[in-house]
């Protein structure tokens, strides 16, 4: 189990963070040395940066109490993601994780045609299961490098004894020759994939289950990830929607994962300008 961090270790990170993201955006220097690069993992034939931008604020997904998610989608405009794109791309971040929907597609053909740096889409296949399949072609054609299945869809499958439909989705993906993954928030799902001889390139794994948040379900995740020892996985909710500080969640995860690992992360950056930068300054620290 984690043990909290104390207010002056917070503000202590905090203050080492500010001065970390000045670095990474160019500002600073790392006491005379090069600026640190975030490390680079495989999914499938994929290349992509340990730390993947995730979508979730960008279409006011929030999962915390509140008028969060209002804010995050008044925020988000079409422009501002772009840009947000761009200085992932600049901080040495390669690949943003978002759904394939009709918003994010036409948004995505708009910056790949302005010359938008950040090269790697990775697509969460996650409407109508009836329609994965058309999801999965839509999501391929409109130039994700690979694509996974979204958490709850494949756990309510497996949950309800329908684990072969979720194989013939993964068998799809791999039929459009992209790599092929599947998520989840349970912590028995992709052991039992791997048991079952599932063909997928990669994990993504949630920390924390959305209904309770518990370190113990967290705990059962981490183990979970480290079962898996031949495939990458990626770790997401390493900060529990928010509820736990950056310098924590980074610490813990990256303590916990393999070299093969990864994580995901979504930032809101309206009131902390520098998220970003801090939460890549913290992958490469750690």
Not at 17 to 46: D, T, W, Y
Not at 70 to 83: A, P, V
Not at 173 to 193: C, E, L
Request: net charge positive; with cysteine; aromatic share 10%.
């Amino acid at each position: 189990m984690i043990n909290p961090i104390s207010r002056r270790e917070f503000l202590a990170d905090t203050a080492a963070l500010a001065a970390a993201a000045a670095a990474m955006r160019g500002s600073a220097g790392f006491s005379g040395e090069a600026k640190p690069e975030l490390p680079r993992i495989k999914l499938g034939n994929v290349e992509v940066s340990r730390l993947i931008l995730g979508s979730n604020p960008f279409w006011g997904y929030a999962h915390q109490p509140g008028d969060l998610g209002t804010r995050m989608k008044e925020y988000y405009t079409d422009e501002r993601i772009m840009s947000l794109l761009d200085e992932a791309a600049e901080l040495g971040v390669t690949t943003v994780a978002s759904p394939p929907d009709p918003r994010w597609i036409t948004l995505y053909d708009a910056y790949r045609a302005r010359g938008g740096k950040l090269k790697v889409w990775l697509a969460q296949a996650h409407g109508n299961p009836k329609k994965m399949k058309e999801e999965i072609d839509r999501a391929v054609d409109a130039g994700a490098a690979a694509v996974f299945i979204q958490g709850h869809r494949a756990e309510d499958y497996y949950a309800q004894g329908k684990f072969d439909e979720v194989r013939a989705w993964i068998e799809h993906i791999k039929s459009k020759k992209v790599p092929a993954g599947m998520a989840a928030h349970r912590a028995d799902v992709h052991p039992a994939a791997e048991k079952a001889g599932f063909p997928t390139d990669f994990y993504f794994q949630c920390f924390y289950r959305p209904e309770t948040y518990t370190t113990e379900d967290r705990d059962l995740a981490v183990a979970t990830i480290k079962q898996i020892t031949n495939k990458p996985v990626i770790a997401y909710k390493i900060l529990a929607a928010g509820r736990i500080p950056a310098p924590e969640g980074f610490a813990f995860a990256l303590k916990c994962l393999a070299a093969k690992d990864g994580i995901c992360v979504g930032v809101f950056p309206k009131d902390k300008p520098d998220m970003l930068a801090q939460d890549v300054a913290l992958a490469c620290r750690v």
